[in-house]
């Protein structure tokens, strides 16, 4: 088949201007991308060809090409020379009235980021594989027979000992190794949750309520999380936000709420860590009313720029069930979670978990557990809060100058953070986003639907990107917010 080459010249019309010749090369060759006059694929003239064309210098148009492939808007490999990439900024598509594309590959090509900023994923790219190699060897040498049974619905105990130790250092959690409940991952776990509350059981002398019908939800989270327990039978109200925090003081009002679940530490997306007020009024709250807080703790390891928060329920172990996963530590693909449950909830989730999910991978569990008692976790965990900050401060640093209107909040911890826009620009930033090729979340997409809006925003995860694409990302999204 005949190579396809790009055309310079006249006919491609590239307008170089700007404050510099690179510059100006780098933005006439985005926006020949972006309008679709170099569609995917076609090989560019070489260096010195293009130079010569546009009377350049040939050091000009080879740091443009690095740059843009550094961005990834091309590729470049030995005897291939240099291609506009596959998964490059989408053309604009032909559009019919009311500004739809004109066609499904058209609207495929518009779902392909080039750069990944969603929140909820760590850096994937420094899972720590050596390491995770010789945990899984040692673990398996070490196994003994009955590892490769059915073994305990709650998983195995070599896991749940060690996690048992590494929850009370590092996250303040009171627990005992028969509490511990493994699932795979948090929805898993809030699943067992939903079933358990709404079965329900009679009152007992710990103040075990009967049947629950309601669990009040943060004004802000993860609408998968409310659709699972929607789906278990319950109503799902949501409490009111404000600068402090979920404000729980109004849990005592609300009379047919059996449970609430909270991203306590950090929440989820608006950043902040609860109150001490708060958090004493939910607890204060679970006692009167013989209620429980269901508290995610997804991203507790990862703290910057404040001391650190412990779990909610350190303060009272009988009325939080404690669910904490590996999925931002480590990866979600492992696909390995875990709760600590009361006392008066233990045999019901076992029972629970047995109905829906016997055990998950023994091998994987024995790892894990190798993994974390060796210390192995507890130097990935800080050499990714290194990692994760330096992200983070990069981020703040650009968008400080180059929007200094739009406050960045939510940043003492974890993987994420909000971008607060000016009213009414949540959409406008989102639809230029999308032609940037930058995949990114607005603030809206997270609020419950009975909750009042704060404001406008973008939730920007900064984990994801590899190295080789974060630079590129970040100068995407400045591309695209108010200046």
Same mark, same amino acid.
């Given at each position: ?399 400080? !100058?180059?929007? =200094?209107?739009?406050?960045? /909040? #939510?940043?003492? $911890?974890? &993987?994420?953070? %909000? *971008? ?42 900064? !984990?994801?990107? =590899?190295?080789?694409?974060? /630079? #590129?990302?970040? $100068?995407? &999204?400045?591309? %695209? *917010?108010?200046?």
């Amino acid at each position: 088949m005949a190579e396809e080459w790009a055309t310079f010249g006249s006919d491609l019309h590239l307008d170089l201007h700007g404050p510099g010749l690179r510059t100006g090369l780098m933005d006439a060759l985005r926006e020949a991308v972006r309008s679709g006059r170099l569609e995917a694929g076609v090989r560019l003239p070489s260096s010195r060809s293009l130079a010569a064309d546009l009377g350049i210098a040939r050091n000009t148009v080879a740091d443009a090409y690095a740059e843009l492939v550094a961005e990834g808007w091309l590729t470049a490999r030995q005897g291939s020379g240099t291609r506009v990439a596959q998964r490059s900024v989408p053309r604009r598509p032909a559009t019919g009235s009311g500004g739809r594309p004109a066609t499904p590959a058209a609207r495929r090509a518009r779902a392909r980021p080039t750069y990944d900023l969603k929140p909820g994923m760590p850096d994937l790219a420094s899972f720590p594989r050596a390491e995770w190699l010789k945990a899984s060897r040692r673990a398996l040498t070490a196994a003994p027979h009955e590892a490769f049974g059915y073994g305990d619905p709650r998983g195995r105990i070599e896991l749940r000992t060690v996690l048992a130790e590494y929850l009370a250092r590092a996250r303040g959690v009171h627990a005992r190794p028969e509490r511990i409940v493994l699932c795979s991952g948090f929805v898993h776990g809030l699943r067992l949750m939903g079933e358990v509350l709404r079965a329900g059981g009679p009152p007992t002398s710990s103040g075990r309520r009967g049947r629950v019908r309601e669990v009040a939800v943060e004004s802000y989270g993860l609408e998968e999380h409310w659709a699972l327990l929607t789906r278990a039978g319950l109503r799902l109200p949501a409490l009111p936000y404000d600068e402090l925090g979920t404000r729980t003081e109004g849990l005592a009002g609300m009379k047919g709420v059996g449970a609430v679940l909270m991203t306590a530490a950090h929440q989820f997306p608006l950043g902040g860590a609860l109150h001490p007020d708060r958090r004493v009024a939910a607890i204060d709250w679970a006692r009167s009313s013989g209620g429980f807080v269901l508290e995610d703790d997804y991203d507790g390891e990862f703290r910057y720029d404040r001391q650190p928060v412990g779990a909610l329920q350190g303060l009272d172990p009988e009325r939080v069930v404690y669910l904490g996963t590996a999925s931002k530590s480590l990866a979600p693909g492992l696909r390995l979670g875990w709760m600590v449950v009361p006392e008066s909830l233990v045999d019901e989730v076992v029972e629970a978990k047995g109905h829906m999910d016997w055990t998950g991978s023994a091998l994987d569990q024995l790892t894990f557990a190798e993994f974390l008692g060796s210390g192995a976790y507890d130097r990935h965990v800080r050499a990714m809060r290194l990692r994760y900050r330096r992200r983070r401060d990069e981020l703040v640093a650009a968008v400080a !100058a180059h929007s =200094p209107r739009t406050r960045v /909040s #939510g940043i003492a $911890a974890g &993987l994420h953070a %909000v *971008l607060e826009l000016p009213a009414g620009q949540e959409q406008e930033v989102l639809r230029s986003a999308a032609w940037q090729g930058l995949a990114v979340l607005g603030l809206n997409r997270f609020r419950h639907p009975d909750a009042a809006p704060t404001h406008d925003g973008l939730v920007v995860g900064y !984990a994801t990107p =590899p190295d080789s694409a974060w /630079s #590129g990302a970040l $100068a995407a &999204l400045c591309r %695209v *917010l108010p200046a």
